[in-house]
């Protein structure tokens, strides 16, 4: 580490809490190993002039790779027309207008600046149009850090959860009051959540559902029942395709299963690295932000960056790029990819596991056993998961947890980085012994 990376680190020690930009667990930052400057294609820079390969992409967000050329020239554009223009502005109508053509459950779309924002939204949205407060959730989901969703999220503690369909909250400082308005129900499990729904019909405003649940998939039966549930008791049903959104299909995962829900929020890959969210959905929910509504019927919705220009003109080139060919092949083609070469490598190492998400959201699981919830997923070998994790950074890639993503620059010479970087993890694990401790230990 040189002096100038340092020097950084020792003041953002001191000025910034714990020098990092997030608190959440159960895998809490540590005090930064390398600071990125800049980011180009797939790749970042750190100020030590490492270039390391990114598979984290601002969280997914960034679905055509660091500074894309489209994006930043139509930016650079609009501000020199202006950064903030307090008001419906020409962008976000047009970003209006595609994401309708492109998203099936879209007749209106309000552009927000995170995918927390827009779930606050669709929640306070679908309690205004039923007049009843509890909202079911589905353990291991997250929909961003308000403090109306955040319980039994997968940051959270499970062994100190209350049974379903109790919520926990999952940090301090939530009001206990918010967790009697939240209803937990195990993912992918129908019979379970029917009940619950049934026990609570009456006070159930909405139900909101991650398509694919961070790296978890749904069964094809899961969704398409959730809906016929939804349908039957006329309960909003919200897909929250914060992470599915343009990433695995252009309309999202709504297109690729076949159901179309009532109300979906979106943020992250939308914005392609801008900060910014979208609720959007049928009519006869979308009224409720529409202030010119029938007897002042709307709910309280403003931010000072809503529907800002910039952040929607890099959203409005971000879905013209992806609805040009090959996009999604290319995106899939790396998922596929580096799914069977990772389940390749670990079968080289005997390392029973299963291969999970979709697309180009890739994750892996090291278990004997099918993962279909949250609970099934931790019961796997996490240990070893947060071997490959941790070491990510020693083979100069960005990102870890086991989640990946990639962008469309992500490519044959990306994918065979992190294969060997994955690789020479395992192989260095297994020398020194750490693997054959890591396996034992969680057979005891
Ligand atoms: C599924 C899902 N919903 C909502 C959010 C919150 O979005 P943001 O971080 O833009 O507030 C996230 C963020 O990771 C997410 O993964």
Known sequence: ??????????????????????????????????????????????????????VTLAHGSLILGHSNKVISEAVRKQIALGTALTNITKPAIELAELMVEIVPCADKVRIVNSGTEASILAIRLVRAATGKEKIL??????????????????????????????????????????????????????????????ENIHDLAGIIVEPVMRGINSRP??????????????????????????????????????????????????????????????????????????NGNHIFSIGSFHSNPLCSTAALYCLKELKKNGSYEKLNNYGDGLRSGLSQIFEQYELPHVMTGLGSIIEFFFTSGAVTDYKSSICSNLA???????????????????????SIMHGEKELDWMLSAVSSTLDNARSTGVLNRIIEGSMN
């Not at 580490?1 to 714990?18: C, E, F, R, V, W």
């Not at 820079?45 to 390391?52: E, H, I, P």
């Not at 918010?178 to 195990?186: G, M, N, S």
């Not at 959905?281 to 009224?287: E, I, Q, T």
């Open 384 to 406: 070893l998961k947060d071997l490959i994790g941790s070491n990510m950074y020693k083979f100069k890639v960005v990102g870890g947890g086991g989640r990946y993503t990639c």
């Open 137 to 198: 959730k589905f353990e291991g989901a997250y929909h961003g850090f308000a403090d109306n969703l955040i319980f039994n999220t997968n940051y959270g503690k499970p062994n100190e959860w209350c049974p379903y369909p109790e919520a926990s909250p999952d940090s301090l400082g939530v009001s206990l009051s918010q967790a009697k308005t939240v209803l937990i129900a195990p993912y992918n499990n129908l019979e379970i959540t029917s009940k619950i729904i049934d």
């Open 221 to 294: 039966e899961f969704l398409k029942g959730l809906k016929v549930i939804c349908d039957k008791y006329k309960i909003p049903l919200i897909f929250d395709e914060v992470i599915t959104g343009f990433r695995v299909s252009l309309g999202g995962a709504q297109e690729y299963f076949g159901v179309t829900p009532d109300l979906s929020i979106y943020g992250k890959s939308l914005g392609a690295g801008y900060p910014i969210g979208a609720i959007v959905g049928k009519d006869s929910l979308m009224k409720y932000l529409d202030p010119s509504s029938e």
């Open 1 to 54: 580490m040189n002096q100038y990376t340092s020097d950084l680190i020792t003041k953002a020690s001191k000025y910034i809490p714990g020098a990092s930009y997030f608190t959440l667990g159960p895998n809490l930052p540590g005090i930064p190993e390398f600071i990125i400057e800049k980011g180009y294609g797939p790749y970042v820079y750190t100020t030590d002039g490492v270039k390391m390969l990114d």
